[in-house]
Structures are given as structure tokens and as C-alpha cells.
């Protein structure tokens, strides 16, 4: 079955960084978009960033960009996000995601905290 499977998370001070992994397994990888997404309490689960299946194509929230970055190791199955000069507003649960056959797609989420 398909499994998506984040680390990586953490608390760091504000300007610092983390790169967030996600292990996925049950599918063809290689064959799907991936997606970052993040809750912060009280809030909606937003969209963070987007790769194509062979990871030429990015896309951003515009509260990220220019901060974060989307990759993936289509070799290793990981989709990454890497995270520098965090902001407190940044603290929320990120969530890896993909869709196939119009059905979603969640890990379980790994908590981020930004904060001195």
C-alpha cells in the first residue's frame, strides 16, 4: 500500500534551517508529482511546494520562495524540502502528499517549531 513517511522536524531558532524528508513506498515514485503542504494551528492546510514526477518543474507559496526548496531523489523514492531562514510563522505540522487515480495521499506530518 502506498506509504509516505516524513522526518526531519524539529525546533529551530529563527533564521536557522531543516530539510524535511520524505520516504515514500507502494508506487511508482518516479511517475508522480509530489507535493508539501503545512498546518499551523488554528489554520488551513496550505500548500508549500510542488515537484513534477522527474523534478524539473517547482512550484511555491509565495510566502516561501526564495527560502525553501523542493527536490526529490527519484533513485531513493525521498521528495525533500529543504528550509533556510525560517520564520516563527513558519511553525506548523508539514504534511508530504501525492494524488493518483483522484485519490489523496498523507503522511502522517512532522512537526516544525520556529522560535528563539
Known amino acids: 500500500q502506498v506509504q509516505l513517511v516524513e522526518s526531519g522536524g524539529g525546533l529551530v531558532q529563527p533564521g536557522g534551517s531543516l530539510r524535511l524528508s520524505c520516504a515514500a513506498s507502494g508506487f511508482i515514485f518516479s511517475s508522480y508529482a509530489m507535493r508539501w503542504y503545512r498546518q499551523a494551528p488554528g489554520k488551513e492546510r496550505e500548500l508549500v511546494a510542488d515537484i513534477s514526477p522527474g523534478g524539473s518543474r517547482t512550484n511555491y507559496a509565495d510566502s516561501v520562495k526564495g527560502r525553501f526548496t523542493i527536490s526529490r531523489d527519484n533513485g531513493k523514492n525521498t521528495v525533500y524540502l529543504q528550509m533556510n531562514s525560517l520564520k516563527p510563522e513558519d511553525t506548523a505540522v508539514y504534511y508530504c502528499?501525492?494524488?493518483?487515480?483522484?485519490?489523496?495521499?498523507w503522511g502522517q506530518g512532522t512537526q516544525v517549531t520556529v522560535s528563539s
Open positions: 502528499h501525492t494524488r493518483m487515480r483522484g485519490v489523496n495521499y
